[in-house]
């Protein structure tokens, strides 16, 4: 039974929602009890146009819901084409399927989709669905999605990205595993968009960084950002605790409460919505890819019948995974042996690399790290396709343990492309002295392959992350934020690593 002062305050329930999403049941439960109660017994947070319940579905307590996520950047209300303007630009659309008995599903729209955007006037316009939010708020978003996808929607949760970098900075920063150095002053003077200067590897990382991080597309794709903001969601997921939501809560709850809007204005709605938020969260969070075809004629992405058919089955019934079944948090299960074909040679797409082990760039990096008592090492697999990267390809640097911790890890990260066919997408070597490094402490199972132990980390069906453990270090192999790599190949990479000499 939730408190009483839950029942009788509703404010919160934007803010809730999204720290929820970031956390686990402890950390859920957490946050619930520490919503305040109510002095005027008002109803919801929220400036933004109203919504009309009837573009919404009603659903019975209890049973699966999903909602729209909408992340939103305050901009200038004027425009170069004349047309009215909210005055905020959705650089996020997000779906979120809630199901108590299944993972918790994600599926971001990139915002250069194609859509009907139906005018005031009755016209319609081919337009990207950003353009719905920045023409009619939250009411025109709710309306271009629903045709588009044909997913009932149960509930709207507009954020603005200002209550994002706060609340990141409230929670101490966060631990995240970033794919390549990401870098622009706009000093050239010919390109003129966001500032960014992150730099590859495993860090902690605070909220304007971590902002532009993920909000970062101008090498790549709307498809990798996309790819990028759900893998923040599964890394926030494993590091937000309960006692971190006590610490903060209060200070999470007035930033969310400034920023946020929501259509939820019913106690009975407040309630169903938060019992399955939390009995939600004990479920992984899972990604479904948006499946699009670039438009032969300008930027926009297309939504093929056929596409659509396959994600919207695989969104809204996400079936629970059975290959390498989650052990309980924190430790390690023994993945049963199938009855395999021998396997010989190493998976498709992957070649055996000339040997890296005299290679003047990776023995000064050992030199580098062989004070903090690092061994080097370097994949002898790799994909057959790219190279390293043209930014920051080795880095040796070390990992605070903490905002505002002396204590610090060597550490270092090869970084490398997976080529022309495979827009923004990179993989790479971590490795650093600290063994219990908090994305290490995620539900893992144990693979042996190349006489190696190795820890693998999934994301829905997917290997995002594979370890190995020495005596004095650990060392991981990353897929892309996309996860494009195979499991194969991220096992047959992770089991290459070879010590560099000296």
């Known amino acids: 039974m939730l408190p009483a002062s839950t029942r009788q305050w509703p404010r919160y329930v934007g803010a809730f929602f999204v720290i929820v999403l970031m956390a686990g049941v402890a950390s859920a439960v957490a946050a619930i009890r520490a919503i305040p109660v109510a002095k005027d017994g008002g109803g919801l947070v929220g400036s933004g146009p109203k919504i009309d319940k009837k573009l919404l579905a009603n659903v019975k307590p209890g049973d699966p819901q999903t909602l729209l996520l909408i992340g939103s950047d305050k901009r200038s209300s004027n425009s170069s084409d004349g047309k009215a303007r909210s005055g905020q630009l959705s650089d996020t659309i997000m779906l979120a399927h809630l199901d108590s008995s299944r993972p918790t599903t994600l599926m971001s729209i990139p915002r250069d989709t194609q859509v009907n955007v139906t005018q005031k006037d009755g016209s319609v316009d081919t337009e990207k669905i950003n353009a719905a939010f920045a023409q009619g708020g939250a009411p025109l978003t709710v309306k271009v999605v629903t045709q588009l996808l044909h997913i009932p929607i149960s509930h709207v949760v507009v954020t603005n990205?200002?209550?994002?970098?706060?609340?990141?900075?409230?929670?101490?920063c966060l631990y995240?595993?970033?794919?390549?150095?990401?870098?622009?002053?706009?000093?050239?003077?010919?390109?003129?968009?966001?500032?960014?200067?992150v730099k590859s590897g495993y860090q902690l990382l605070c909220g304007a960084d971590t902002l532009?991080?993920?909000?970062f597309r101008h090498t790549d794709s709307d498809l990798v950002r996309a790819a990028r903001q759900q893998a923040f969601l599964r890394s926030?997921?494993?590091?937000?605790?309960?006692?971190?939501?006590f610490k903060s809560s209060s200070d999470l709850f007035k930033i969310f409460e400034h920023y946020t809007e929501t259509d939820l204005d019913d106690r009975g709605e407040v309630l169903s919505l938060l019992k399955l938020a939390i009995n939600s969260s004990k479920q992984p969070i899972r990604s479904v890819n948006?499946?699009?075809?670039?438009?032969?004629?300008?930027?926009?992405?297309?939504?093929?019948?056929?596409?659509?058919?396959?994600m919207k089955k695989e969104f809204l019934a996400a079936q629970p995974e059975t290959d390498l079944q989650t052990a309980p948090k924190g430790s390690t299960k023994q993945a049963k042996k199938p009855k395999a074909k021998k396997r010989t040679g190493l998976a498709k797409g992957l070649v055996t690399v000339p040997s890296e082990k005299s290679s003047p760039q990776l023995i000064k990096a050992s030199f580098d790290l062989a004070a903090g008592h690092l061994p080097m090492y370097y994949p002898s697999a790799r994909l057959a396709t790219g190279g390293y990267a043209n930014l920051d390809p080795v880095r040796t640097y070390t990992i605070k343990a903490g905002r505002y911790s002396k204590r610090?890890?060597?550490?270092f990260r090869l970084t490398y492309s997976m080529g022309q066919s495979y827009l923004g997408q990179y993989y790479g070597l971590q490795g650093t002295t600290w063994k219990d490094a908090p994305i290490l402490k995620q539900t893992h199972s144990t693979v042996q392959r190349g006489g190696k132990t190795l820890m693998v980390y999934k994301a829905g069906s997917k290997?995002?992350?594979?370890?190995?453990?020495?005596?004095?270090?650990?060392y991981w192999i990353s897929n892309s934020v996309s996860l494009a790599l195979g499991n194969s190949q991220m096992l047959d990479i992770a089991a290459s690593l070879t010590k560099v000499a000296g």
């Not at 532009?212 to 909000?215: A, L, Y």
């Not at 004629?297 to 056929?306: E, K, R, Y």
């Not at 610090?408 to 550490?411: E, I, R, T």
């Open 212 to 215: 532009e991080w993920v909000r």
């Open 236 to 245: 926030a997921k494993g590091q937000v605790a309960a006692s971190k939501l």
């Open 290 to 310: 948006f499946q699009v075809e670039q438009s032969p004629t300008n930027s926009n992405l297309l939504v093929t019948p056929a596409g659509l058919a396959e």
């Open 463 to 474: 290997y995002q992350l594979v370890a190995w453990q020495t005596p004095k270090a650990v």
């Open 161 to 172: 990205f200002l209550a994002f970098q706060e609340a990141v900075n409230r929670l101490g």
């Open 408 to 411: 610090s890890y060597p550490a």
């Open 176 to 197: 995240e595993d970033i794919d390549r150095s990401y870098f622009n002053d706009n000093a050239s003077g010919v390109d003129n968009y966001s500032a960014i200067d």
